[in-house]
């Protein structure tokens, strides 16, 4: 079957090119770092992003950046009140039509595996997500697979019952009970090997394999990505074992297109929800490329679209969404 064959198949099972998502996800707060409640409880508190600066994130993220979601991540990083009303200001700020989705990390990083909230302070925000910012859903973040979320997971399906999305789900991971759709990760599929031609052979039909491995479960949408790994670490650019932001390099110019064929060509009708991108990875690592007023949040802050170290890979996948906007298949 060829490409174009293959597509004008795909036409008649999923959504139409412009109904698909085109989501990021991101911490609400925009800060510089958030290491509270991610890495531990013991870290300084983010400071909230202005009113002003919100608007201008989400403009640049809804325009240039031609999203139709958010997955905006939030880990107890900053105060609850201040936390409340921060995504009051980002319902504001960003056009009806565009879903927010409050997601919450549910348990830390640390050693303990310490939970990000008590029971009663998740229950509040649930109800407050529910109730006061009119959340159709409510996601939950975690990098690692089957970790256990305690009771904290419960409370989310009780409040949000089959409206709960797994934001970070890794390949050959079970979503569970109650999980409406997911976001899944792709880095290890997508970032093998630094020549397109290479990854072709290989890392397209990984990448392929589990697309398919979801077909016929929740919708999902697929992670497009900014940050690799190292390259200069082996002759083909395989993973070095290590994800080090001092070393990680952009990911190779028309992977992403290459990347999103592939999904599409594996997907299956209503299993495909989209596709995603991780800009909290993408913080991170342009915190210590570019330096902090170089950094990513920074200058959507700013309102300012990125030019830093990662930004050829960011306006791919922004050139896709758009393109997906106006109803246009990747090429």
Not at 10 to 27: F, K, N, T, V
Not at 74 to 81: A, G, I
Not at 95 to 115: F, G, H, I, N
Request: hydrophobic letters at 40%.
């Amino acid at each position: 079957m060829t490409w174009l064959s293959l597509l004008g198949l795909l036409s008649l099972q999923a959504p139409p090119a412009d109904r698909l998502g085109r989501s990021y996800w991101l911490h609400a707060s925009l800060g510089d770092l958030t290491q509270r409640g991610y890495w531990g409880p013991d870290f300084p508190a983010t400071p909230p992003p202005t009113g002003d600066e919100v608007r201008r994130a989400a403009a640049l993220l809804t325009g240039p950046y031609a999203a139709n979601r958010l997955y905006l991540v939030y880990h107890h990083e900053l105060p609850l009140d201040q936390a409340r009303t921060l995504f009051l200001t980002w319902r504001e700020a960003l056009p009806r039509e565009v879903e927010v989705v409050p997601t919450l990390v549910l348990r830390m990083y640390d050693q303990a595996a310490t939970p990000v909230f008590t029971t009663e302070e998740l229950a509040g925000l649930a109800a407050f997500l529910r109730d006061g910012l009119h959340a159709e859903r409510v996601g939950y973040y975690d990098v690692y697979p089957r970790r256990d979320q305690g009771p904290g997971l419960d409370l989310l399906r009780q409040a949000f019952p089959g409206r709960v999305v797994r934001v970070g789900s890794q390949p050959g991971e079970a979503l569970g009970d109650g999980i409406e759709a997911a976001v899944q990760d792709t880095w290890g599929g997508v970032c093998d090997q630094k020549a397109n031609a290479d990854w072709l052979r290989t890392g397209a039909g990984v990448l392929g394999g589990w697309v398919r491995e979801r077909n016929g479960g929740p919708p999902v949408a697929w992670d497009l990505i900014t940050v690799a790994w190292d390259y200069s670490a082996s002759e083909q650019g395989a993973y070095p074992g290590y994800d080090d932001a001092r070393r990680n390099q952009p990911l190779p110019a028309g992977r992403n297109v290459l990347a999103a064929k592939a999904i599409l060509e594996s997907a299956e009708g209503a299993a495909l929800a989209g596709f995603s991108s991780d800009l909290c990875i993408l913080q991170a690592n342009s915190f210590v490329r570019d330096g902090r007023e170089g950094g990513f949040y920074r200058a959507l802050r700013r309102g300012e679209q990125y030019a830093g170290y990662f930004h050829e890979p960011l306006d791919e996948v922004a050139d896709i969404f758009a393109g997906l906007r106006e109803g246009n298949l990747p090429e």
